[in-house]
């Protein structure tokens, strides 16, 4: 079980955090990644984000995007994959940081996932629910509370 954690309690700049836990993430009915190790970002008002090591991924599964990439004051510059399963994919539904800031050196090598175009993500045995809107990929629990930046009309708080 997930202990209770506050998003108004996590810092910024953001932590990063070791986590050693189950994930799995479905997709397009595979199961596409599945890990006991993983690191997590932890920023105000934002649920974590969870980097799973790209050992994870099932072969093929993500796909190199075409198109821009975004930058991360604290992270750095953010590349994309698409994921690809079973004739489906989520296009730049995964992200790395190839070179990371030194403070986040640890996700190098590692995906994080937006959880809303996956069948399922498990975190511990827990369903995730995406956090709220279309730019950010935190993975919301029911261990999670406070108030979550996301919705329309919290992008500036």
């Known amino acids: 079980m997930l202990k209770p954690e506050n998003v108004a309690d996590y810092p910024r700049p ?8 189950a994930i799995l993430v479905r997709f397009a009915g595979s199961v596409i990644a599945e890990t006991m190790t993983s690191f ?3 920023e105000t008002f934002h649920p974590p984000t ?16 075409m ?3 975004t930058l991360c004051e604290w992270k750095g510059q953010a590349s ?5 399963a079973g004739g ?6 995964a992200w790395t940081y190839r070179a990371p800031s030194p403070t986040y050196a640890a996700i190098k090598d590692h ?18 629910i995406p956090q709220p809107g279309n730019f950010y ?9 406070g108030p979550v930046k996301g919705a329309p009309g919290t992008t500036h708080w």
């Open 80 to 84: 994309y994959f698409d994921v690809v």
């Open 14 to 21: 953001p932590a990063i955090e070791a986590f050693e836990g």
């Open 88 to 93: 489906r994919v989520a296009e730049r539904a």
């Open 40 to 42: 997590r970002i932890l």
């Open 67 to 69: 198109g821009r990439t």
């Open 111 to 128: 995906i994080a996932l937006y959880a809303e175009p996956m069948d399922e993500i498990l975190v511990a045995g827990e369903r995730v």
């Open 137 to 145: 990929g935190g993975w919301m629990t029911a261990n999670i509370s």
């Open 50 to 65: 969870y980097y799973l090591p790209i050992a994870a991924f099932s072969p093929g599964a993500l796909r190199p995007a």
